[in-house]
């Protein structure tokens, strides 16, 4: 009973960690049609920013409330200056987010002597269930994942900051001649999705502990989620991401450990050459 | 889990332990100066062999080295050294200088290693300079930077032998640096390579000498002793790269032998980020003994993991010294460790080599997982074997390292073992007490290397 529960929620832990990360990346693929591949340091600066304020402050809370907005403003400073020059070319802007990321990452590494740091969750300790340890965090995370997944559904579907994205992703053109903005919809979009990553980064962090390729091993995994689920709507990538992250937390209890990853992403290869555009194929 | 006692990470240097007063060298300095050194040893021994892919990669950023033009300004500076009367050796040394080439990465990720390693060698070279030099000769060490690549390292020991022209090369951090520069110093460069690492074992190229542990060093004491002391049913976990496959194939060859039982073995990709299955499986298994070769930086969530799921049997692996509590926190109390050195495990005067080197360059970290004892004892036996060869000539000199030996190795004698290319060692197992510290549990002797035959 014991390994059984366990394995429930080492499974759903894996998921909604992956859900949480791919959640930004999602948002700006799909209502920007920009593959962000410095999306993973912007999870690790999320992380930073939880560790940071745990080192000053005493606690990672305050990093994870900052953590949106610090990286947020970085994602919309790096939009104007960097990644808008780059709309329409999309390998010249898959280069210059590898960039970014690369500068960023390699920031973070000559800053660190020894290369990994922990950061002790909010709520700390234990709890048992039917004889199973488990963390808390790790449930906080479970919990954690559908309201946020359900709080960007919202801002995108119901307020008017999501009608004027859905408007600029849909018909720029018409959406610029009805009086909105495009460039500074990019902005806030790419903003968002960078927020997102930030407050990701900061609450995974407890779990997985901080490291400079922290962000960067999930970017591949969010990207297969991403064209596994389907670009263009906001469900495509979270749904991508549940295909994905449920076989590497099932698999392990009947396979070495090394092989769930390589069997989810031929499964993927095979599922999107029949579904070009993913399981939720095109549906915006 | 309240008590976290990891170091500062965005400090970026591990100097704010203060000096210590005494001159001596406080448990907890040792502690927070060796923890960059497991964590660079994590990662350094971790990419190894996995790493053979970036080289292809690394292959075109041929000038990432700084290479020896750092040298000149480190080199020894051999007239200089000072109370040499006072030492055995008698007069100062005189005449061409003995270059010792020093390969390490001073700089990219495994840069805290290299920081090490350089002051260990400038330390040795100035120690052996005091003591009269090799053959009355001054020893002069040129630092070659391999920058944690691949490619640099290659370049690096291109410019150590083909420029510099030394006579022999100590060093390397990750396996795959050792790869890409054998064949340019020991076979194109007809000079002699010592490798001073432990590592997985198998290098037995014409003139490489291996100064550090092999793997059945570590694991002849300390499987039997796991067997007889912690339990029979054994769960062994690693990253998966050559060095945990190799140490866990012969730790599960040992367990079987001893009338144990293996009752899992998994490993986790090296780029994963999360081990959470791993961790629960360790748990499932109901073994008493879990053997970790996990590397950071994921060794820190398995480690803490286990303890957090409610593991209660005994940690225990090949990478564990005085860095582990720093690294994972109260969860490596209990862990059982084996070494060829462990500051509490060593005589005074084996103490005061890491006292001294300390009081020298404070950021140093001699303890096992950085290599410092076997750069230090690297040294010694170059300079044993070249006072038995007379000469630096690279075939006497190798000859003669065959068997060279140093009474005076941190932690006890040690001695080349003939026809191994691999060095005899004293062995320790120790526990990691919850201050931090290890307690040496059993003086397993000295362990004869299995290399090479």
């Known amino acids: ?284 | 889990m309240s008590n976290h006692q990891d170091p500062d990470q965005h400090d970026s240097e591990p100097s704010n332990v203060d000096p210590d007063a005494h001159g001596g060298l406080s448990r907890r300095n040792l502690l927070i100066r060796g923890a960059g050194v497991a964590a660079a040893f994590g990662f350094g021994s971790s990419i190894l062999a996995a790493c053979g892919s970036d080289d292809e990669e690394a292959g075109s950023s041929t000038s990432a080295a700084p290479a020896a033009d750092t040298a000149a300004d480190d080199t020894a500076a051999p007239g200089t050294t000072p109370d040499a009367g006072t030492a055995a050796g008698g007069g100062a040394p005189s005449g061409d200088p003995i270059k010792v080439g020093v390969l390490t990465d001073v700089t990219g990720a495994f840069s805290v290693v290299g920081a090490s390693n350089v002051a260990v060698a400038q330390f040795a070279a100035n120690k052996i300079n005091a003591e009269g030099g090799i053959l009355g000769r001054p020893v002069e060490i040129v630092v070659g930077d391999g920058a944690s690549d691949a490619a640099a390292g290659a370049t690096a020991a291109r410019t150590l032998v083909e420029s510099d022209q030394v006579d022999v090369v100590i060093g390397g951090v990750a396996s795959f640096t050792r790869e890409a520069v054998k064949g340019i110093i020991a076979e194109r460069g007809d000079t002699l390579y010592i490798w001073p690492a432990s590592y997985e074992g198998g290098e037995c190229t014409p003139n490489v000498y291996s100064t550090g542990a092999a793997p059945n060093q570590q694991l002849d004491p300390l499987v039997p002793w796991l067997l007889e002391n912690k339990g029979t049913t054994f769960f062994l976990a690693g990253a998966d790269y050559i060095y945990p496959r190799n140490v866990l194939a012969y730790v599960r060859e040992l367990v079987e032998a001893g009338g144990g039982t293996v009752v899992g073995e998994e490993y986790y990709p090296l780029d994963a980020t999360d081990v959470a299955t791993l961790i629960s499986q360790s748990i499932d298994s109901g073994a008493d003994i879990v053997f970790s070769v996990a590397v950071l930086p994921l060794s820190v969530q398995f480690h803490q993991g286990l303890r957090d799921g409610g593991f209660e049997g005994t940690i225990a692996g090949t990478l564990f010294d005085e860095t582990a509590t720093v690294l994972f926190g109260e969860a490596a109390t209990g862990m059982i460790c084996c070494q060829d050195y462990l500051y509490t495990a060593v005589d005074a005067a084996s103490q005061k080599v890491a006292d001294d080197i300390i009081a020298e360059s404070p950021d140093t970290l001699f303890t096992s997982t950085i290599n410092s004892p076997a750069w230090y004892r690297s040294f010694y036996l170059y300079k044993a074997a070249v006072e038995a060869a007379g000469t630096t000539a690279t075939a006497e000199v190798g000859a003669a390292f065959d068997s060279a030996s140093f009474p005076d190795n941190p932690g006890g004698a040690a001695a080349m073992k003939p026809g191994t290319r691999h060095c005899s060692l004293p062995i320790y197992i120790g526990e990691v007490l919850a201050d931090g510290s290890v307690k040496v549990l059993v003086d397993a002797g000295v362990i004869d290397p299995v290399e090479c035959g």
């Open chain 1, 1 to 284: 009973m014991e390994s059984e529960i366990r394995l429930v929620f080492d499974t759903l832990s894996l998921t909604s960690i992956l859900v949480l990360l791919v959640l930004g990346m999602g948002v700006i693929v799909s209502m920007m049609g920009v593959f962000n591949l410095a999306h993973g340091e912007f999870v690790l600066l999320g992380a930073g920013c939880a560790l940071l304020s745990d080192r000053w402050l005493d606690s990672a809370v305050w990093g994870m409330v900052l953590a949106p907005i610090v990286v947020g403003l970085i994602g919309v400073v790096l939009e104007r200056t960097v990644v808008r020059r780059f709309y329409g070319r999309q390998e010249a802007s898959l280069l210059a987010t590898f960039a970014i990321g690369l500068i960023i990452r390699e920031l973070v590494r000559s800053r660190m002597t020894i290369q990994v740091a922990t950061v002790p969750p909010p709520i700390e300790s234990t709890f048992t269930f039917l004889g199973a340890q488990l963390t808390w965090w790790r449930l906080i995370l479970i919990v954690a994942t559908p309201i946020l997944l359900t709080v960007c559904l919202v801002v995108l579907r119901k307020t008017s900051l999501g009608l004027t994205i859905r408007a600029t992703l849909d018909n720029p053109n018409l959406a610029e001649s009805t009086g909105i903005s495009t460039s500074r919809t990019y902005s806030l979009t790419f903003g968002f999705g960078a927020a997102l990553a930030g407050l990701a980064g900061a609450l995974i962090v407890p779990v997985l502990n901080f490291f400079p390729d922290l962000g960067v091993r999930f970017v591949i995994r969010s990207f297969i989620s991403v064209l596994l689920g389907g670009v263009g709507s906001f469900a495509g990538p979270v749904v991508g991401a549940t295909a994905t992250g449920l076989p590497t937390g099932l698999l392990p209890n009947w396979l070495s450990g090394v092989w769930p990853e390589v069997i989810v992403i031929c499964a993927a290869i095979v599922v999107v050459r029949f579904r070009r555009n993913g399981l939720l194929g095109g549906s915006r």
